[in-house]
């Protein structure tokens, strides 16, 4: 067997490891360089990285980590409590946490911190409000080496050091990134002496480079040559990330909660899927997907009913009709122009007529959903793992996230608080199920799909399973 695993993807470049980023290409590249306190194992399960261990106080304001002794760095420095203070600082700097120009996301949860080192390998982290889902944000806190970092500062994302499963060799802008295997890891890994990320844009040819072995995976095949092609070895999961139309629920039509429910029971989800994504995707039944800690699945999902959506519609005074407006980029999600001209159909049905503003450029796209400034509706994705997150950044009318648009729920809010403060695990997760089945009531946003993550494979990968969140991990690639 090759001992090179081979990666060819849509998107390839060099990035700081403290930002908050949910591409899945990036994240993948992190994971093999880099070591969290606590880290996803395949099923999504926190697990041990550089903490062996961690106690949560009865109030879930402070953590007491413990770390893996002799954890070394790729340069050799050791992986320490003063790394870790320093990483985790770093961390929630209010210019760091950047994600399509929204700065601070991990700051806005860390501000206030307080970080104790207690010995080498023991850290106290008290934070200024409970969060029993604080692993939540951890889990993408890279520990860095601290005078590798000042000494190059931006240019460390050029030469990145950390302490993960594999070690930075090499970038060729455009080309290739490769990393080689780090053979003093504290976790046992497959037999792969380095790995090669290749830089293909064009879908298809990700799919020959696996049919003729010049690649292992090919992430993010075209969903019909994926489903329909017999001679390609491939893996299907259902993705974390929500497709969604957040409203306006601050002005507007859609400040009414029966307006809101009414757009949710217009729309055939199983159509739209087939139309948009080509069969390719789940209907959402809720504000998070079904992978997420706190998914209800006794709670009956919103169904396709125009009538009902109809009848609520005249009840709120819109007998005659409606019209709304509609804000969508034109990527990410790539099929943003075929799902908004697809839901205008549908909702025309029921008696609401969609007008639609597109913005090519995707990041003012995101500026103008995070300065609130959108009409009625707009085309976005949820993509934390994180119930909390997402509660917290887009519902919790108290906080404003940046994608927050004007929602208030304040039964919700209640149990937010309670969950936070929640740290038995069962407990919180049942406090979660509660939100589920009130946002289910009253949608904060129109629930559309979850995508189907589809991988090509080499055939000796056929034991392998895309992970939820869609990020390969090369800890567990047989």
Same mark, same amino acid.
């Given at each position: 067997m090759n001992k090179i695993l081979t990666i060819a993807q849509s998107k390839l470049w060099m990035e700081e490891p403290h930002n908050c980023t949910d591409a899945k290409d990036v994240l993948t590249i992190f994971t093999s360089l880099f070591d969290p306190l606590a880290a996803y194992d395949p099923k999504m399960r926190y697990v041990p990285a550089l903490a062996e261990s961690w106690i949560v106080s009865e109030d879930a304001r402070t953590w007491t980590f413990k770390l893996r002794p002799d954890v070394k760095f790729h340069n050799g420095q050791s992986v320490d409590a003063e790394a870790v203070v320093f990483s985790l600082k770093r961390?929630? !700097?209010?210019?760091? #946490?950047?994600?399509? *120009?929204?700065? =601070?996301?991990?700051?806005?949860?860390? $501000? /206030?911190? %307080?970080?104790?080192?207690?010995?080498?390998?023991?850290?106290?982290?008290?934070?200024?409000?409970?969060?029993?889902?604080?692993?939540?944000?951890?889990?993408?806190?890279?520990?860095?080496?601290?005078?590798?970092?000042? !000494?190059?500062?931006? #240019?460390?994302?050029? *030469?990145?050091? =950390?302490?993960?499963?594999?070690?930075? $060799? /090499?970038? %060729?802008?455009?080309?290739?990134?490769?990393?080689?295997?780090?053979?003093?890891?504290?976790?046992?890994?497959?037999?792969?002496?380095?790995?090669?990320?290749?830089?293909?844009?064009?879908?298809?040819?990700?799919?020959?480079?696996?049919?003729? #072995?010049?690649?292992?995976?090919?992430? =993010?095949?075209?969903?019909?040559?994926?489903?329909?092609?017999?001679?390609?070895?491939?893996?299907?999961?259902?993705?974390?990330?929500?497709?969604?139309?957040?409203?306006?629920?601050?002005?507007?039509?859609?400040?009414?909660?029966?307006?809101?429910?009414?757009?949710?029971?217009?729309?055939?989800?199983?159509?739209l899927i087939n139309r948009v994504l080509k069969g390719a995707g789940y209907p959402l039944s809720g504000f998070v997907s079904p992978v997420h800690f706190g998914f209800d699945p006794g709670q009956t999902p919103i169904r396709f009913d125009p009538n009902r959506a109809r009848a609520l519609l005249k009840e709120s005074g819109y007998s005659e009709g409606l019209s709304l407006t509609l804000d969508s980029p034109t990527s990410l999600p790539n099929e943003a122009v075929r799902l908004s001209q697809a839901l205008a159909d549908q909702l025309k049905r029921i008696g609401v007529e969609i007008n639609i503003v597109y913005t090519e450029d995707r990041e003012l796209y995101a500026n103008k959903v995070r300065r609130k400034d959108i009409h009625d509706m707009c085309i976005f994705d949820s993509s934390p793992l994180s119930t909390f997150r997402v509660l917290k950044e887009k519902v919790d009318a108290r906080f404003e996230g940046s994608w927050w648009q004007g929602y208030h729920n304040e039964a919700v809010e209640k149990l937010l608080d309670a969950a936070q403060a929640t740290a038995d695990n069962r407990r919180r997760e049942a406090i979660y199920k509660q939100c589920f089945r009130l946002l289910s009531e009253d949608p904060p946003w129109l629930y559309l799909y979850n995508a189907m993550n589809i991988t090509g494979i080499a055939p000796h990968l056929s034991a392998w399973q895309m992970p939820a969140h869609g990020v390969i991990d090369p800890r567990y690639v047989p």
């Open positions: 961390m929630a !700097r209010p210019d760091m #946490g950047v994600t399509l *120009g929204a700065p =601070g996301v991990y700051n806005q949860y860390l $501000v /206030g911190m %307080e970080l104790e080192i207690l010995n080498r390998q023991m850290l106290r982290l008290t934070l200024s409000e409970p969060m029993a889902d604080l692993l939540d944000i951890l889990v993408t806190g890279y520990i860095l080496p601290p005078d590798t970092v000042e !000494r190059l500062g931006d #240019g460390f994302k050029a *030469g990145p050091i =950390g302490s993960g499963p594999f070690e930075f $060799v /090499g970038y %060729e802008k455009g080309v290739r990134i490769r990393a080689r295997k780090n053979s003093n890891y504290f976790q046992a890994l497959p037999d792969y002496e380095a790995i090669e990320w290749l830089l293909v844009p064009d879908p298809n040819e990700r799919l020959s480079m696996i049919k003729d #072995g010049r690649a292992h995976i090919a992430a =993010g095949p075209p969903y019909r040559a994926s489903l329909e092609d017999n001679d390609l070895n491939y893996v299907r999961s259902r993705g974390s990330t929500v497709f969604i139309i957040i409203y306006n629920a601050k002005n507007g039509p859609l400040k009414d909660p029966r307006i809101r429910l009414a757009l949710n029971l217009g729309v055939d989800r199983k159509a």
